[in-house]
């Protein structure tokens, strides 16, 4: 849409400072000055984008991200499920940063959710 190359660190960056994965209010469409490349004369551009738009950028990954844990629930089984229900899921890694993450999620799934402490930390440290 803005024919703007930019890293993965922008990229993460630009979605824990503006990203929602919900639908922002009118209030909350902030805008964010993003720096990158152009695609097509290959200068360094700046452009301004609204939260409204990174909230649609990131609508796929974010559907993916929803479709994989629905997936992993339905083969969890049913004691273990319940167990689950009776606390919560934690939520971890970049993507929970997103404002409204948890909410999104516990709606999607029907369980409640929350973001971990540290969620960067936690990822490493669920692995050990």
């Known amino acids: ?7 993965e660190r922008t990229a993460e960056d630009l ?11 009118e209030k909350n469409n902030t805008a964010v000055e993003v720096r990158g490349r152009d695609h ?3 200068l360094p551009k700046v452009i301004t984008v609204q939260a409204l738009e990174i909230f649609e950028a990131v609508q796929e990954p974010l559907e993916t991200i929803i479709a994989g844990i629905r ?7 049913p004691e273990l499920l ?3 229900m009776d606390k919560e899921i934690v939520a971890t890694g970049g993507g929970s940063l997103m404002r409204g993450f948890a909410e999104r999620l516990t709606k999607e799934i029907r369980m409640p959710v929350r973001i971990a402490d540290n969620p960067f930390e936690s990822v490493v440290l669920g692995i050990g």
């Not at 849409?1 to 890293?7: A, D, V």
């Open 82 to 84: 319940a167990d689950i």
């Open 15 to 25: 979605k824990i400072a503006a990203a929602w994965a919900i639908e922002p209010t």
């Open 71 to 77: 997936t992993l629930l339905e083969h969890t089984p």
């Open 40 to 42: 097509i004369s290959g």
């Open 1 to 7: 849409k803005f024919n703007l190359m930019i890293g």
